[in-house]
């Protein structure tokens, strides 16, 4: 059984920095692609970023475009979200996806493409 497990997440001013933390268990980290999405109250979630397994191709969210970065180390089993440069509209739940598959560019961005979901972390950037 897949688990899926983000951390990191927490209080922070704005132009302040958090980096979150994924851990994957019950499946061999390298053989998955994953992003991460995340959910303001009263909205729809939203794709953040997201790193194909192979090739080290990332995309970002027009949102967080020049602040945000994706990473990941297969030996730890670990998918990271480097935030930057906070704004108080980043506040939202994030959670941390994979799926197995190899999607197409187009749909990085739908968080139907993904079959695996943690929990979430809450961020809040708050003065």
């Known amino acids: 059984q897949v688990q899926v497990v983000e951390s990191g997440g927490g209080l922070v001013q704005p132009g302040g920095s958090l980096r979150l933390s994924c851990v994957i268990s019950?499946?061999?980290?390298?053989?998955?692609?994953m992003a991460w999405f995340r959910q303001a109250p009263g909205k729809e979630r939203e794709f953040v970023a997201g790193?194909?397994?192979?090739?080290?191709?990332?995309y970002t969210g027009d949102s967080v475009r020049g602040r945000f970065s994706v990473s990941r180390d297969n030996g730890k089993n670990t998918g990271y979200l480097q935030m930057d440069n906070l704004k108080s509209e980043d506040t939202a739940v994030y959670f941390c996806?994979?799926?197995?598959?190899?999607?197409?560019?187009?749909?990085?961005?739908?968080?139907?493409?993904?079959?695996?979901w943690g929990q979430g972390t809450q961020v809040t950037v708050s003065p």
């Open positions: 996806a994979a799926t197995a598959g190899s999607p197409i560019t187009s749909s990085f961005r739908s968080s139907s493409t993904f079959e695996y």
């Open positions: 019950g499946r061999t980290f390298s053989t998955l692609t």
């Open positions: 790193r194909k397994r192979t090739g080290g191709t990332t």
